[in-house]
T-cell receptor
Framework: EDQVTQSPEALRLQEGESSSLNCSYT??????LFWYRQDPGKGPEFLFT???AGEEKEKERLKATLTKKESFLHITAPKPEDSATYLC???????????FGPGTRLSVLP | DGGITQSPKYLFRKEGQNVTLSCEQN?????MYWYRQDPGQGLRLIYY???????QKGDIAEGYSVSREKKESFPLTVTSAQKNPTAFYLC?????????????FGEGSRLTVL
């Protein structure tokens, strides 16, 4: 069964304090791994897709990396506006659907 | 602007009532999805549709029904058979029938059963 776990469940950072969020997955062949940002009461907003181990993608203060078992979302010098829940999802190569993790709730304090 | 529109944003229902959540997209996407989100859990798939007049059950379809009469529209009915319907409901779409690529989400509908 395809599974996604995320850690930590919640993370509190001071503004400028860099850190990483983890997404661990088990899937029967990976078609893609996706990162989303979700603000309270809103729908998730797409951030990145990673397809193969070793791949990296960056957007502003965020950088996503992928290995065969996990993905990291690195946040460099975060700002309060980076506060949100970050969701990770995988899609199996033999499947049509996406499996989502429970998310990491990030709070960045000024 | 292209996107997915869900309505209503908030909905209150008495026990025993059916309610329908609307989802409309103008992205010309083939595939559409309904997810349920509960605190501390990942999004769970209720139903999905890859083409007009066809849809498949997801992991938690019991107590829900859908239709796909138009490419742009994928309404979800929460029936009285759904035991615990209070949740945040998200509609999504993506670009082709093979479901490759990222999902685009609406803003969600929060259903509360009184």
């Amino acid at each position: 069964e395809d599974q996604v776990t995320q850690s930590p469940e919640a993370l509190r950072l001071q503004e400028g304090e860099s850190s990483s969020l983890n997404c661990s997955y088990t899937v029967s062949g990976l078609r893609g791994l996706f990162w989303y940002r979700q603000d309270p009461g809103k729908g998730p907003e797409f951030l990145f897709t990673l397809y193969s181990a070793g791949e990296e993608k960056e957007k502003e203060r965020l950088k996503a990396t992928l290995t065969k078992k996990e993905s990291f979302l690195h946040i460099t010098a975060p700002k309060p506006e980076d506060s949100a829940t970050y969701l990770c999802a995988v899609q199996a190569s033999n499947g049509q659907n996406f499996v989502f993790g429970p998310g990491t709730r990030l709070s960045v304090l000024p | 602007d292209g996107g997915i529109t869900q309505s209503p944003k908030y909905l209150f229902r008495k026990e025993g009532q059916n309610v329908t959540l609307s989802c409309e997209q103008n992205l010309n996407h083939d595939a559409m999805y309904w997810y349920r989100q509960d605190p501390g859990q990942g999004l769970r798939l209720i139903y999905y549709s890859q083409i007009v007049n066809d849809f498949q059950k997801g992991d938690i379809a019991e107590g829900y029904s859908v239709s796909r009469e138009k490419k742009e529209s994928f309404p979800l009915t929460v029936t009285s058979a759904q035991k615990n319907p209070t949740a945040f409901y998200l509609c999504a779409s993506n670009t082709d029938r093979r479901n490759t690529g990222e999902l685009f989400f609406g803003e969600g509908s929060r259903l509360t059963v009184l």
